[in-house]
């Protein structure tokens, strides 16, 4: 049994920054993939990053350069640092795991507001 869970989201001012994190508790062989969607009130869901085990990331196109993902092994976990956020990144945001011989794994998202 695995569970993730998520913390960091909450409501800041257009220009501010929030740190999301991510831990993944249970029976955990290894992990490859850890990232971090999100989807806003009638919008499909998006990738915002993501980093593999060898230490690789993707970032989505609106977050480039303002967002920045990092994973520590040690701890199964998986941090968001995002600067200068915006109004349009609001939503909520939803960690993602790739367990080693398990498959994906979801959080259950964290809400993140940006409104002055």
């Known amino acids: 049994q695995v569970q993730l869970v998520e913390s960091g989201g909450g409501l800041v001012q257009p220009g501010g920054s929030l740190r999301l994190s991510c831990e993944a508790l249970?029976?955990?062989?290894?992990?490859?993939?850890m990232g971090w969607y999100r989807q806003a009130p009638g919008k499909q869901r998006e990738l915002v990053a993501d980093?593999?085990?060898?230490?690789?990331?993707t970032y989505g196109d609106s977050v480039k350069g303002r967002f920045t993902i990092s994973r520590d092994n040690a701890k199964n976990t998986v941090l968001l640092q995002m600067n200068s956020l915006k109004p349009e990144d609001t939503a909520v945001y939803f960690c993602?795991?790739?367990?080693?011989?398990?498959?994906?794994?979801w959080g259950r998202g964290t809400q993140v507001s940006v409104s002055s």
């Open positions: 980093i593999n085990s060898g230490g690789f990331t």
């Open positions: 993602v795991v790739e367990i080693e011989h398990a498959g994906d794994y």
């Open positions: 249970g029976s955990i062989f290894s992990i490859n993939t």
